[in-house]
């Protein structure tokens, strides 16, 4: 079946601008979480969403970034006024809610640049 | 927080049974382990999760001790294909914040 989307998968943008990355989960999966990941490091936890709701966003790095969920699918992270510091893969990955078992199931990520 | 430590990397030859343990001595009573492999440019992948004694499936075993505060990932015979990165996760699948810890790099040498 279907798996978790990312898009883009690539995106080179210059310092300042504002970019949108975008996260479509398993149907069905009511739990959405991002993360992002440095060249060579571990996954760095940035926000999660329950359903549009999102309890914790104490992983957001700083007012520059910011996370909407809607219709309980589609998430979009952006980042406005890009930094270089911002480079980096971000990963994001769904679980079904309800089930204490249930593992990530994780996109291939979108690789941002910035210049 | 991290709620788990592991071992920056580990090596190992082709053929070997390879085992990583992971300690999360703050385990919720809620909370299960899961492990994931992670390739470069791509997402982790789950290879297996339990909760406590031993699980096995087609890839790995899962050994967790009574008090579940560490948990033992064991690769049979890897390859040099098994080199990845693994992390180990506690967590209530979707009702929490998911923190991974710094993984473990495993090389595997022919």
């Known amino acids: 079946g279907a798996g978790v989307s990312q898009s883009p998968s690539n995106k080179v943008t210059e310092k300042g601008k504002d970019v949108e990355l975008r996260c479509d989960p398993i149907?069905?999966?009511?739990?959405l979480y991002w993360y992002r990941q440095s060249l060579g490091q571990g996954l760095e936890f940035l926000i999660y969403?329950?359903?549009?709701?999102?309890?914790?966003k104490s992983g957001l790095p700083s007012d520059r970034f910011s996370a909407e969920r809607t219709g309980g699918s589609v998430s979009t992270l952006t980042i406005q006024r890009t930094q270089q510091e911002d480079s980096a893969v971000y990963l994001c990955?769904?679980?079904?809610?309800?089930?204490?078992?249930?593992?990530?199931?994780f996109g291939n990520g979108t690789r941002l640049t910035v210049t | 927080l991290a709620k788990t430590t592991q071992p920056i990397s580990m090596d190992s030859y082709e053929g070997q049974e390879v085992n990583i343990t992971c300690s999360h001595n703050?385990?919720?009573?809620?909370?299960?382990i899961t492990w994931y492999q992670q390739f470069p440019s791509q997402g982790p992948r789950f290879i297996i999760q339990?909760?406590?004694t031993k699980v096995t499936n087609e890839v790995a075993s899962l050994f967790i001790p009574a008090d579940r505060k560490s948990s033992t990932l064991s690769l049979p015979r890897v390859s040099l294909s098994d080199t990845a990165v693994y992390y180990c996760?506690?967590?209530?699948?979707?009702?929490?914040?998911?923190?991974f810890g710094k993984g473990t790099r495993l090389s595997v040498i022919a």
């Open positions: 703050n385990i919720a009573t809620n909370d299960y």
């Open positions: 339990g909760y406590k």
């Open positions: 990955a769904s679980i079904a809610v309800g089930l204490s078992n249930s593992p990530l199931h």
């Open positions: 969403f329950q359903g549009n709701s999102a309890p914790d």
């Open positions: 149907s069905g999966h009511t739990a």
């Open positions: 996760l506690v967590g209530d699948g979707g009702n929490t914040p998911l923190v």
